[in-house]
């Protein structure tokens, strides 16, 4: 089966500064895969490695089988929700789905429609006066509508009250079980990718310290610390 993410020592430094170092993975396609870390842990530096944005310093990568970002058809594969600025605040909804579909080759207009409408938004407010909350909506529909093979977050959640973030998270869900794609998505907080991921990888001061099925690390967490796990 083809891996959604192979890292191979893959390392990155900005300067003399190791962002990222000694980073191995293989994980099986079809994975909603979370990587959790604390602030400058890394965590952004592995995903635009992933989304071909930032070049390797050491080792390589490849997603789903290529090299990232190295062709049309690979950049097609892989949809990009960017932390800070995921959507244009003097654009309204309608123009970034029109935008989306001018700039995207496998582009699904139907769903985005659909999605927009379901949400409740005002295809013609513009995106500066949405809620933060309606902000993450219409950048995660326009990841999915890019119908891409691996959609990757970037703190999605981080700046969201915590029923934006329930409600985010339960649609990511619902779309990765309707549309079967891969998903890598970080946190700062394990609480946020518990329920939705089923890989976790922790990064903590630019290494990857663990990386595994959710369950079975969680397991080991709370045996280890003695903690209550939720029912
Ligand atoms: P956060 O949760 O705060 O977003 P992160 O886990 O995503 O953090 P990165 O953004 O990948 O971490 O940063 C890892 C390290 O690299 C940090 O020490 C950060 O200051 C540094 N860094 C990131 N981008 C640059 C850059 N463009 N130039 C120099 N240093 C950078």
Redesign the pocket.
């Known amino acids: 089966m083809t891996s959604v993410l192979q890292a191979q020592a893959l390392g990155r430094k900005?300067?003399k500064?190791w962002?990222?170092r000694e980073c191995t993975l293989d994980i099986p396609a079809g994975h909603v895969v979370g990587l959790v870390?604390?602030?400058?842990?890394?965590?952004?530096?592995?995903l635009k490695l992933a989304s071909g944005q930032l070049e390797p310093t050491a080792g390589g990568i490849t997603v789903l089988g290529g090299r990232p970002g190295n062709t049309p058809a690979q950049l097609a594969k892989v949809g990009f929700v960017a932390?800070d600025t995921p959507v244009y605040a003097g654009l309204t909804v309608a123009e970034h789905l029109r935008l989306g579909a001018r700039l995207n080759l496998r582009w699904d207009a139907a769903m985005a429609r659909e999605r927009i409408e379901r949400l409740g938004l005002d295809p013609s407010q513009r995106a500066g006066r949405l809620s933060g909350g309606q902000r993450a909506q219409l950048a995660l529909t326009l990841g999915l509508a890019k119908r891409p093979d691996l959609l990757i977050l970037?703190?999605p959640v981080?700046s969201l009250d915590p029923l934006a973030r329930r409600e985010f998270l339960q649609g990511l869900m619902e779309a990765t079980v309707e549309h079967r794609f891969s998903v890598v998505l970080?946190s700062?907080l394990v609480s946020d990718l518990e329920r939705v991921c089923d890989f976790l990888i922790v990064?903590v001061d630019?290494r990857v310290q663990v990386a595994g099925d959710v369950e079975e690390l969680l397991d080991t967490h709370h045996r280890l610390t003695g903690a209550r796990r939720d029912p």
Do not use: C, V
């Not at 870390?37 to 592995?46: E, Q, V």
């Open positions: 900005y300067g500064r962002a990222l870390g604390p602030n400058g842990a890394g965590k952004t530096t592995l932390q970037d703190e981080s970080s700062h990064l630019s």
